[in-house]
């Protein structure tokens, strides 16, 4: 109490050398700002390719049962620089057909992470892979979904979002219309996407893909890629319903042969572009079915294999109840 | 009456009450001119160093912000605290610092809560700093010898660091210093043993753990009374002490949460909690531990106080007046070692003690008169200060002049500036008090402390949309599980510093709900 004077006139020392505070630290990252959307999928009819090894199955075997699968409009695949070879007479197809061609762009630098042979063998080859095909599309606008499982791929890294904010850039500066693959509602969860498809260069894309080649059902798909959506400025995205007619396999940590090429599948619902829920592009069959996953469940190959297309057909509930009876009749050739 | 029959005394009363008041002052300022001629040049640079900078350095953590909350919650709401009381700290601390706000419109004053409470934690340095000078006379020291315990405890690095966080143990110390100041009275009267039994039960009402020291000053008091009246004293000043101390448990009582039982939270439920369950440190003397870390972080700051306080224990034995003293510091030791919880903070209790324990050593070399001891007190007095000289400058610099705003002072400008105040965020404890109170965010943000802690938050939690919390919460799952998985569903929108003191705001998607 003897201190009392002292002290006030201490703290009035004190208080006048204090300035206001200033921000000297800035936020990082800057505000984004994102690409106007172009709905590419409004009132616009898919394109169906009668060039397809299951459509040459169905004919040379006469099986009239893959009308489920080969009357559908799938996704094309461009795993290698022989593959874009085809695009122009898709590009051209689908130009006179008026309908919208559906590419899958799966050729990225080490795409599965474990085998630096897989895909382009570098960056800059990706890139001029990515020019070439920006050459062969010419004139037509097309959707490409971009390379499925890169963006949660355990071996994403700076590199690759730089790769493929790159290639993003190139297909939308040209017309296209791109959605980057997201993976799936049980996979990685949605933060940690978001941040990804940001760093991948998601502003620029038109969205991003859900659940290609993997069985989750729609309505899971769709919960997870609303959610995500909002975390990456209200993107559109499309739904893989290709093989989700049974939802996923039972998850079984000892065995993934459930996941390949399991017993239990079924085809999904039909595309759709009707886009009838918020934030929802369409749904696209973007694996196409009866390919096979792989060397698992009594295949050899990645290649067209029938029994794969009976299991999705006989379990499949949109499919009538005679082709369902006929494709489980079938004597696979 | 004339004058002539008035006695000396009287005379003053003629006076008008402001020449009387300007008489007192002189003869107080003669009767202490060579005191103030020590003290006053120290508390002026120990306010000045403690006070400059203090708004931008050090970063902010977490238990400033909680104690601020419940100062404001008790000034403006009534209540112990914003939350459900959870009697994890008896609430003295943040009384004084709701009177201090109440007195001096405090959380108004200042543009944010912990720049008050730096303000509150300067008042408090300043007071136990002139505290300590005068339990080192009371101690027999010379004002010089007393001088230096003052400089040491006042700008050691460790002190001005930890000084200026808004701690408890910050606003305990003064009245522990007065504790043992008035128990160490010349006077040895019952008035003085009480103060000192009231001051310690307000140090204890302040930060509980204080408690055991209880001992030291026992043994100070016991030590320092007359044995005529011993009895009358020691009965007198341990029964207001304890009446003082029961009102903690009495209020408990009062709001039926003294025992633990389902649906409440309790005081000695909490007790048990703390003392028992809550995760040891480990010990001092294990290597790799997190009691032994943190002692590396605090011998970062300042050896010499610390281990030089360590070091000057046994001078006890040749001064029965310093035993209680170095009993304190002891006691304080012995907690690092005892394989329980250390809080952070801890390190706040050992540095009075270690000054004037050093200092002490000062005065008992110096002993008699005697020239060659004076001079060998004198040049361990220099070394001392040369220690010092040498190795605190370079520590206390950048507490003085960063000027970079703390990364959570930054965040919470930027939330304040882009985020709609009727969004629900989950914020740092440091920014709760602005964002509710300056920046009137509604409904009110949640505390991350309480997040997963406080039963009634989970019942209400319906959405969360922004984060606000330093790196390293949203990375530790036992931090919060409601956070870690909150997180899993947003992106950063605003980031500030690097690593796991650095603070990144989240915005969490609309479409997920906890």
Redesign the interface.
């Known amino acids: 109490m ?2 009392a004077p ?2 006030a006139v ?2 009035m ?2 208080a006048g ?2 300035s ?10 800057p505000a984004r700002t994102y690409a106007a959307l172009q709905h590419p999928f409004r009132g616009a009819s898919l394109y169906l390719d009668r060039d397809s090894t299951a459509q040459r199955y169905e004919t040379a075997q006469g099986a009239a049962w893959l009308g489920p699968i080969t009357g559908t409009p799938q996704a094309r695949w461009l795993n290698s620089a022989q593959d874009v070879a085809a695009v122009p007479r898709l590009a051209e197809d689908a130009r006179q057909q008026g309908s919208l061609l559906v590419l899958v762009a799966y050729n990225l630098p080490n795409r599965g992470c474990t085998d630096h042979r897989e895909g382009a063998p570098d960056p800059e080859a990706y890139q001029r892979w990515i020019g070439s095909l920006v050459k062969a599309l010419g004139g037509t606008r097309a959707v490409v979904v971009m390379e499925p499982d890169a963006v949660p791929a355990d071996c994403f890294d700076a590199t690759r979002a730089a790769t493929l904010r790159q290639a993003i850039g190139t297909l939308v500066d040209a017309g296209q219309y791109v959605y980057l693959d997201a993976g799936h509602s049980h996979w990685k ?4 996407t ?2 990804r498809l ?1 760093a991948a260069g998601i502003e620029k894309a038109e969205g991003f893909a859900v659940n290609v080649s993997n069985r989750q059902t729609t309505d899971d798909s769709y ?1 997870w890629g ?3 959506s ?3 400025g209200d993107r559109e995205f499309v739904i893989d319903t290709s093989r989700n007619g049974l939802g996923p396999p039972p998850d079984d940590p000892k065995d993934d042969k459930e996941w390949c090429n399991p017993a239990k599948q079924a085809l999904g619902q039909r595309p759709s572009t009707a886009g009838d829920r918020p934030g929802l592009a369409a749904l696209l069959w973007i694996k196409r079915p009866g390919e096979s996953d792989g060397p698992c469940g009594g295949e050899t190959t990645y290649f067209f294999a029938p029994r794969q297309a009976r299991n999705l057909i006989v379990n499949a509930a949109w499919v009538d109840a005679p082709t369902r009876a006929a494709a489980g009749r079938s004597a696979l050739g | 009456m004339t004058l002539a029959n008035l006695a000396p005394t009287d005379v003053r009363q003629l006076l008008s009450v402001r020449r009387r008041l300007l008489i007192g002052a002189q003869e107080w300022l003669r009767r202490h001119a060579h005191t103030l001629t020590v003290l006053a040049p120290i508390l002026v640079v120990t306010a000045l160093v403690r006070g400059i900078g203090m708004s931008t350095f050090p970063r902010y953590v977490d238990d400033p912000g909680t104690y601020l909350s419940q100062a404001w919650s008790l000034q403006y709401e009534g209540t112990l605290s914003p939350y459900s009381y959870f009697y994890d700290h008896a609430p003295a601390g943040w009384i004084q610092i709701a009177l201090w706000s109440m007195l001096t419109d405090g959380f108004d004053r200042h543009d944010s809560a912990i720049g008050f409470g730096n303000e509150c934690m300067l008042i408090a340095g300043v007071v136990s700093t002139a505290l300590v000078f005068a339990l080192g006379r009371r101690l027999g020291f010379s004002r010089w010898v007393a001088g230096l315990a003052t400089v040491l405890f006042a700008l050691s690095p460790l002190a001005v660091l930890y000084g200026r966080w808004t701690f408890l143990d910050n606003l305990a110390t003064p009245w522990l210093l007065a504790a043992f100041v008035l128990a160490l009275s010349p006077k040895r009267s019952i008035l003085a043993g009480t103060g000192a039994a009231l001051c310690f039960a307000m140090a204890a009402l302040t930060k509980e753990t204080l408690l055991v020291l209880l001992p030291a000053l026992a043994w100070a008091l016991w030590r320092n009374t007359d044995p005529r009246n011993r009895a009358q004293v020691l009965t007198v000043a341990a029964g207001a002490g304890a009446l003082l101390m029961a009102l903690y448990p009495l209020f408990a009582l009062f709001k039926g949460e003294l025992f633990e039982g389902p649906g409440h939270n309790s005081l000695l439920g909490t007790a048990a909690w703390q003392l028992a369950e809550r995760e040891s440190s480990g010990s001092l003397l294990t290597a790799d531990s997190p009691m032994r870390d943190l002692f590396s972080d605090w011998l970062a700051q300042d050896k010499l106080l610390l281990l030089g306080g360590l070091a000057s224990v046994p001078v006890a034995v040749f001064a029965g007046r310093l035993r209680p003293i170095a009993l304190t510091l002891v006691i304080g030791w012995l907690l690092m070692v005892r394989d329980g919880y250390v809080p952070f903070m801890h390190v706040i209790t050992l540095l009075p003690w270690s000054a004037l324990l050093i200092a002490g050593a000062v005065h008992v070399v110096a002993g008699s008169d005697r020239r060659w001891r004076v001079g060998a007190a004198a040049a361990l007095a220099v070394v001392v200060l040369a220690v010092a000289a040498i190795t605190w400058p370079g520590r206390l610099a950048p507490m003085m002049t960063t000027r970079d705003v703390p990364t959570m002072r930054a965040a919470e400008l930027w939330v304040a500036d882009n985020v709609p105040r009727d969004k629900v965020l989950v914020v740092h404890d440091s920014i709760w008090v602005d964002l509710v109170h300056r920046y009137r965010f509604e409904p009110r943000p949640i505390m991350v402390s309480k997040l997963d802690t406080d039963p009634a938050v989970q019942e209400r939690l319906t959405r969360i949309d922004y984060l606000v919390v330093p790196e390293w919460y949203v990375g530790n799952p036992s931090a919060s599980p409601t956070l870690v998985e909150a997180h899993k569903h947003a992106v950063p929108v605003a980031s500030f510093g690097d690593g796991s003191d650095g603070v990144r705001v989240y915005r969490v998607s609309r479409y997920w709900s906890p």
């Open positions: 003897r201190l002292t002290l201490f703290l020392v004190v050398c204090a206001p505070a200033e921000t000297t630290l800035h936020p990082d990252p969860s949605s933060g940690e978001a941040e940001l919960r609303r959610e995500l909002d975390l990456v």
